[in-house]
């Protein structure tokens, strides 16, 4: 038994999950594989009416990772996944096998002059003045 | 919302609770109102916990039954967070930041820093300890997992004691802004909730993820580890409880001033709490945020203009004001009740103070646990020598969790960042790091202004004067103050 849903990403007036589309992992998956689906969960427009003006002009939208559960499906088409939690939830194939994208950035000037800085001052190298 | 096909639909075993329905509700319309006009219900459900029941008289409710019907002693916790492998952190004594302080100190000042390295804990935070009471809680009384709403190190925490207590885990994140960019300390977060077994929703901004988050305890049947249950709440005094003994034993004396990093208020309040079960009831409990003004938590644009996603004062002060505003109906965390003094510090300090900790003391941590380091920094100085203060959390630092990944992600979106003034920090536009350990400073915050805030939120269209005496009892011990004090702060509020 499938329950409606808010908003299944396709259809309506929105294709919003194609901002989401990450092709690196390839394009098809195959039953089984580790993928991302994409929900959209409100419609711009139809936010809280507390949320500011920039946040209500777009949708709600949410990403969820699991198995896949159909044979074969290619990004943009309804997917069904079974989560880590073990529920089953549908929604858009945005990405198939997606990575871990962060990292410790780069090396930062500002933070790099601290510590031989206070390690002088620690040393008495410097006489400081409060 | 995605519907649960098939899966586990009120898998919440449990006859002990006669209020669960024998399966989720099919048929139930699920659109953002009706769903929220449940509210009451699903909480009812999820927590186990009637709050009617502590209701009154009039505004008032009664805190201390709520926490003592519903929650766990401090033995009880103890024992849980025992067998959880939780707690019992060390204390450390940071020496180098010590002599450091006393540098820039006048003559006599310069109190010793300790801190609780709470990232010793097995998820790598102090929230290990709230989640362990809660899915211990959601075990024993028969629920089959966990559900938690949070972009935090919480969901980290609820993930890995459901992994260790066997429980099913799902976390629901605001993650991303409208242009699929995430929140590189969230993805970290995320990342390790999924390590822990744990389902995660991602969301883009906005307050609608309580939407989301209900759906999915109705859909499950799962219990809400809320961050502000009683049992949440009851895991975080063993913090202050150990601290305060720890530093006895060490030092012979309990600490003079506990900094705490404060954001949605549960690590102060839980914290004091356990400072005054030790008998540790003179002890300063000062409360420390970095300064997010000006930017709109709520906002599309603001949220990837941020460094630090939890410790700001885009949740200190509203949580101040309105503690009520949480996922459940009546808040345990109530830090009003609990600050002695509250102060900020800006992003570009708490960068420059995890730089100090990784460069004099050899521990990388954070960075957005060592806001109160930042504080407690300076706060020193302005102590005696012979005083103790204690910082009462380190957090696990990590890809997309550190200070070179938050900086670097700044720039890509626009800030600048530099050397300089902090007085110069602009939240949004402008990180400064201090050229100097003398350039630190905290900025005070006026708690008698919040203490209005608050009493002008919780009277609503009521006069003063209509305030019944239990009433007035009642805001007497929110406020943290006598008496005769809020009747002055009444009567400094706004007529009408």
Redo the contacts between chains.
């Keep these: 038994m499938v329950e409606p849903l808010s908003g299944t990403g396709q259809g309506g007036k929105g294709r919003e999950y194609q901002r989401w589309l990450r092709p690196e992992g390839g394009r098809i998956a195959r039953r089984g594989q580790w993928v991302q689906i994409y929900v959209k969960v409100l419609d711009a427009g139809q936010r809280a009416p507390n949320v500011p003006p920039e946040t209500q002009a777009v949708p709600l939208e949410m990403v969820v990772k699991g198995f896949l559960q159909e044979d074969q499906v290619g990004l943009g088409e309804p997917a069904t996944v079974r989560t880590l939690a073990d529920r089953i939830l549908q929604g858009v194939l945005v990405a198939v096998e997606p990575r871990y994208g962060h990292d410790f950035g780069a090396p930062v000037a500002e933070l790099l002059q601290v510590g031989p800085r206070v390690r002088r001052l620690l040393a008495g190298g410097e006489n400081h003045a409060c | 919302?995605?519907?649960?096909?098939?899966?586990?639909p009120g898998t919440g075993r449990g006859n002990s609770r006669p209020w669960e329905a024998s399966q989720a509700s099919?048929g139930r319309a699920?659109?953002?109102a009706a769903v929220l006009a449940r509210q009451r219900e699903i909480i009812l459900r999820s927590t186990g916990v009637d709050y009617a029941q502590f209701e009154g008289p009039g505004l008032a409710f009664d805190y201390e039954r709520m926490m003592s019907a519903t929650g766990y002693s401090l033995p009880e916790v103890q024992q849980i967070q025992g067998e959880c492998e939780v707690g019992n952190t060390p204390l450390l004594e940071l020496r180098?930041l010590t002599?450091?302080a006393r540098?820039?100190?006048?003559a006599g000042k310069g109190a010793r820093i300790f801190l609780k390295d709470e990232a010793c804990n097995p998820s790598g935070s102090f929230k290990a300890r709230r989640a362990a009471l809660s899915v211990y809680h959601a075990r024993t009384h028969g629920y089959a997992?966990v559900v938690a709403a949070t972009s935090g190190n919480y969901g980290a925490a609820v993930a890995s004691q459901a992994a260790r207590q066997g429980l099913?885990?799902?976390v629901v994140q605001e993650t991303?802004d409208?242009?699929?960019v995430?929140q590189?300390e969230i993805?970290?977060k995320g990342?390790a909730c999924?390590a822990y077994?744990?389902?995660?929703?991602?969301?883009?901004?906005?307050?609608?993820?309580f939407?989301?988050f209900l759906l999915v305890l109705e859909?499950?049947g799962f219990f809400n580890a809320s961050l502000y249950t009683p049992f949440a709440i009851a895991g975080i005094e063993t913090l202050g409880y150990e601290l305060a003994v720890q530093t006895r034993s060490r030092c012979g004396r309990f600490p003079d001033a506990v900094v705490v990093t404060h954001a949605g208020g549960g690590n102060v309040t839980g914290t004091a709490r356990g400072l005054r079960k030790a008998g540790s009831t003179q002890t300063q409990v000062i409360g420390a945020s970095v300064d997010l003004s000006g930017l709109?938590m709520?906002?599309?644009?603001d949220f990837n203009r941020k460094s630090f996603t939890t410790g700001h004062t885009g949740f200190g002060v509203p949580f101040a004001v309105n503690p009520d505003r949480a996922d459940v109906p009546r808040n345990a965390a109530r830090p009003l009740r609990y600050l002695d003094r509250y102060v900020t510090v800006t992003q570009g300090e708490v960068?420059?103070a995890t730089?100090?900790l990784?460069?004099?003391e050899g521990l990388e941590r954070g960075p957005a646990g060592n806001t109160s380091l930042a504080a407690a920094f300076v706060l020193a100085?302005q102590m005696d020598r012979d005083q103790i203060v204690v910082v009462n959390e380190t957090e696990y630092t990590g890809?997309?969790k550190?200070?070179?990944?938050?900086?670097?992600?700044a720039r890509q979106n626009g800030i600048e960042?530099?050397?300089g003034d902090p007085r110069d920090n602009v939240p949004g536009r402008c990180i400064v790091?201090p050229?100097?350990?003398?350039q630190m400073q905290v900025v005070e915050q006026d708690l008698d202004r919040i203490r209005r805030s608050y009493l002008r939120h919780v009277l609503g269209s009521r006069r003063p004067e209509e305030l019944e005496r239990p009433e007035l009892e009642y805001l007497a011990e929110e406020i943290h103050t006598s008496p005769g004090r809020l009747q002055q702060l009444l009567g400094q509020l706004d007529p009408g």
């Design positions: 919302m995605p519907a649960e096909r098939s899966g586990t099919p699920r659109d953002y180098q002599a450091l540098k820039l100190a006048p997992g099913k885990c799902i991303y409208s242009r699929t995430g590189p993805i970290e990342r999924e077994g744990a389902e995660v929703l991602q969301l883009t901004v906005g307050p609608e993820l939407y989301t859909d499950t709109h709520a906002s599309d644009r960068f420059y730089e100090l990784a460069q004099l100085q890809a997309g550190h200070p070179t990944a938050q900086l670097t992600f960042v530099r050397t790091i050229e100097d350990p003398a």
